[in-house]
T-cell receptor
């Protein structure tokens, strides 16, 4: 069965430093997608980055990069040069794709990141 | 602009009443999802739909119902059978290209 695990309930990071948010997943499917979202206190879910299971390169979007280690079933989010506005809840998510059709999208429990000045 | 629209943003209902939350998308996405989020918690999947006129139960479907009569719309009804309906509800949609998954702004439902 699909499962996403985020083991860090909360993290602190100094402004301008880099931070890694951990995410491990469990799936028996070969084709799947991994997502990271940011949820500020306003509640909206902001899509940050996507990694496909067949993508050979790690995904990057600006200050966000995804450290994808397929053999370890790990998809950690790296935020470089942290800013005060990065303080939020971060969710890792996975979707299995059977035969080209989309399947359910499931989430981890989240990591609350606090950026300190 | 393309996106997902949830309405209303805040909803108050009396205990025992059914209530329907709206979710509309103009992204031409095939799959749509409903999630429930309780304070300080993650997102739990209620229902999802991959194509029109078809939907599947998620992990916490009891007390909820959905329909998917149009590709753009995926309304969620919170029925009186839902024991603890007060929560933040989020709707999402994804494309078959698997690289996009966007959310609406959410509906905060309070049952009094």
């Amino acid at each position: 069965a699909q499962k996403i695990t985020q083991t860090q309930p909360g993290m602190f990071v100094q402004e301008k430093e880099a931070v890694t948010l951990d995410c491990t997943y469990d799936t028996s499917d070969q084709s799947y997608g991994l997502f990271w979202y940011k949820q500020p206190s306003s509640g909206e879910m902001i899509f940050l980055i996507y990694q496909g299971s067949y993508d050979e390169q790690n995904a990057t979007e600006g200050r966000y990069s995804l450290n994808f280690q397929k053999a370890r079933k790990s998809a950690n989010l790296v935020i470089s040069a942290s800013q005060l506005g990065d303080s939020a809840m971060y969710f890792c998510a996975m979707r299995e794709d059977y035969g080209g059709a989309t399947n359910k999208l499931i989430f981890g429990t989240g990591t609350l990141l606090a950026v300190q000045p | 602009d393309g996106g997902i629209t949830q309405s209303p943003k805040y909803l108050f209902r009396k205990e025992g009443q059914n209530v329907t939350l709206s979710c509309e998308q103009n992204l031409n996405h095939d799959a749509m999802y409903w999630y429930r989020q309780d304070p300080g918690q993650g997102l739990r999947l209620i229902y999802y739909s991959q194509i029109v006129n078809d939907f599947q139960k998620g992990d916490i479907a009891e007390g909820y119902s959905v329909s998917r009569e149009k590709k753009e719309s995926f309304p969620l009804t919170v029925t009186s059978a839902q024991k603890n309906p007060t929560a933040f509800y989020l709707c999402a949609s994804t494309s078959l290209l698997n690289t996009e998954a966007f959310f609406g702004q959410g509906t905060r439902l309070t049952v009094v």
